[in-house]
């Protein structure tokens, strides 16, 4: 933007009733109590009204339209409300399912599903602007539904609206590209490692037989991991750690010599972990202008916490369920107005100092394994943006289990992982699991750009 690049920090807060003794583990995930402070009005207002170039009318008109004459629902939307029906029943009085099924069922694919609160809402914004949400009658909707429904959030909890923060994002060189991605709260370090490990690593490893490359890779997947949750950096209260220490070539350097050492010996079986939902979203966008977006937006689970705002049409999120609930000096520790863990890593990529690349992707954890393969095979590999959309996709957690889309790759490459000592998580081909990149792309000679948008996901490429 203007030639420089901003990592707008859109994070929700903690409501000021929100602390350990008010919330059971049950609440963490569902319901009323599991909402923090909506925070995508006020960072979408912010943006618009800072750098934007349309009026706010005119952003809102197509989601209104959308709400009013609807859509056909999808056969991924289809099998997501099939997945989270039981979840939805959980959420007394079933405010969810009232908006986000038809008579307490999934929408059959095809039907068309209008959201004619929604819309009205979405229409008051328009005309006297986000202090309503915030500050007026809608607050006092939200006030009056979160005390009806033994919620914790409130009216005073709106009216400090959530403001985005500006904030330096971190780059890196990768082949002679300069990422840039999202700082902590995010998980731009995650990526920026993966592709810094990727570099350092010497052609003798590379060069090595497929299924040993595979294991370097999950191995670098599994340290980011690891590093990130060592390293709690929250830059709104505890500066106990430089946030840019995991990145630093010496730092990144170590690691890579003590991956390539361990490879060659078994690796250990950790802890059962718990499966991690990644049921966020993102778009990209690049303009004639040059001026790129990457962004990722999300309400945690597929359809939140499975409660809905009565009267305005709209689910509240479930993010108390990523706070820290155990280690009370952690940066991410549940207490009033605090940020939740975040693990996006929307991100801009810039050739000879020219946008060249804006992308991302949703998934959780997988977010920044999903953009380095992606990555790996366009710059790499030669692949078309298609191609490397389109190809199959690993992820090792941090506890060593790996997730792939089994199919698509050797059953000896599964069974060398295991051997390994690694647990197997074997995935359906195009797994929705494994992430959904969705990048735009600047061609090198100006003619044009190229868009992708995720087979795995429900997605669309458009340009005029």
Partial sequence: LNGKVLAVDGSSRAPSLAHIGAIYEYDRSYGYRATTVPSTPATLWYV???????????????AIHIAEDGYAITPLQHQLQKRELKNFDRV???????????????YPIGERFCQPDLARMLKILTKKGI????????????????????????YDDLALIPWPII???????????????????????????????????????????????????????RNALLERSDRPFDPNYYPQVAEKDMIKRSFVHKCIHKITRETEIHMPIHETEDEVSGDTTHLS????????????????????????????????????????YKIFSHPFYLRPNAVPWATVAPTLIFCNKKIWMAVGSPGSERIFSSIAQFLIHVVDEH??????????????SLGGRISLEAERFPEELITFFEQKGYRIDKR?????????????????????????????????????
């Fill in 285 to 324: 966008v690049i303009d004639s202008s040059g001026t790129a977006v990457s962004l990722t937006q999300s309400i945690e689970r597929a359809y939140g916490s499975k409660a809905a705002a009565d009267g305005l049409g709209f689910l509240y999120n479930n993010y108390l369920k990523d706070y820290e």
């Fill in 167 to 221: 904030r330096n994002p971190l780059h890196r060189k990768f082949r002679g590209l300069t990422v840039y991605s999202m700082p902590p709260p995010g998980a731009g370090r995650s990526l920026l490692f993966t592709l810094m490990a990727i570099n350092m690593i010497k052609s003798r490893h590379l060069n090595r037989d497929e299924f040993n490359r595979a294991l370097l890779l999950v191995e670098i997947f």
């Fill in 428 to 464: 359906e081909a195009f797994s929705f699991y494994l992430g959904a990149i969705h990048a735009v792309m600047k061609k090198h000679d100006d003619t044009g750009f190229q868009g992708v948008a995720e087979i795995r996901r429900d997605g669309t490429a458009g340009g005029y």
């Fill in 92 to 106: 007394e009085h079933g405010s969810g399912k009232k908006y986000f099924l038809k008579d307490g069922e999934p």
């Fill in 383 to 396: 692949q078309s943006i298609g191609e490397a959309m389109r190809a199959p996709r690993l992820h090792c």
């Fill in 131 to 154: 202090e309503e949400f915030y500050q007026g009658t809608i607050a006092k909707q939200i006030d009056a539904d979160m005390r009806e429904n033994g919620g914790l959030l409130r």
């Fill in 48 to 62: 618009n009204k800072h750098y934007g170039k349309l009026p706010w009318e005119q952003i809102l008109e197509p």
